[in-house]
């Protein structure tokens, strides 16, 4: 599992969870400072959704000048930041966030897998942690699986194996969990084991290349070479392209 990957398919959403998607926002009018911070904050989501960043900036840094305590404003802006390559920004606006909603469960899941990008996995697990237990996250599968994604990445394949194994009581067929279970498992040999996590994957969701990659390397340890061949097969028909169907 590539850690980057995953984690930054799991990154960038709305943080505002009233915020709608526009084309081409103007720059709003508003009766009062906290009217005008709400409404830039609402079209710099939209230039986030956009991947329009810089404009995205523009309009969050009005948003912060208006409202300095705006803890989404800033949330989305270190997005923006991070997506423009400005690691030291987005890291000073993604704490300033946690640091003045400390309720935000968004927010919290937001910082630690930045900090996870930069292999700050110490760092990054209080983070998760907070999300995780805060009552209000919608999806703690998430936030688990990113941990796990995290751990894995670190070398730290016990936590790895607990936080996967967490995402998966949250919700049973987490795609993230069902796979990282998978690869720990084979990679330490169990390949019973790993079978049975790819089974619980491709019974519950479409498989992806690297599902289907491990599918061939497995079925291949237990001596299975029909099924190998057949996963092998779907690889190369659905995914051509691939780099696994390459590898092949």
Do not use: K
Request: proline share 4%.
């Amino acid at each position: 599992m590539n850690t980057s990957r995953a984690l930054l398919i799991m990154l960038i959403a709305c943080v505002a969870q009233a915020c709608t998607m526009v084309s081409e926002p103007a720059r709003p009018r508003a009766s009062s400072n906290e009217d005008a911070a709400r409404a830039n904050l609402t079209v710099g989501v939209a230039y986030v959704r956009e991947q329009r960043y810089n404009l995205a900036i523009e309009a969050l840094l009005r948003a912060i000048d208006l409202d300095p305590r705006m803890a989404d404003a800033h949330s989305t802006i270190a997005i923006a930041y991070d997506q423009i390559g400005d690691a030291e920004l987005a890291e000073s606006h993604y704490r300033r966030a946690t640091e003045l909603d400390s309720n935000n469960p968004g927010s919290a899941n937001s910082y630690a897998v930045f900090l996870c990008r930069r292999g700050r996995w110490e760092d990054a697990e209080p983070y998760f942690r907070r999300a995780v237990d805060n009552q209000r996250y919608q999806t703690p599968d998430i936030a688990l699986a990113n941990a796990g994604i995290c751990a894995r990445g670190a070398g730290d394949n016990d936590s790895a194996e607990a936080y996967f194994r967490e995402a998966l009581t949250r919700n049973n067929t987490a795609p993230e969990a069902l796979s990282g279970l998978m690869e720990i498992a084979y990679e330490q040999g169990n390949y019973l084991r790993a079978r049975a996590f790819l089974q619980r994957y491709m019974n519950s969701q479409p498989a992806n290349p690297q599902v289907l990659s491990m599918c061939v390397q497995i079925e291949n340890q237990l001596g299975n070479s029909a099924d190998a061949n057949g996963c092998a097969e779907l690889l190369s028909e659905r995914f051509p392209a691939s780099q696994e169907a390459a590898r092949l």
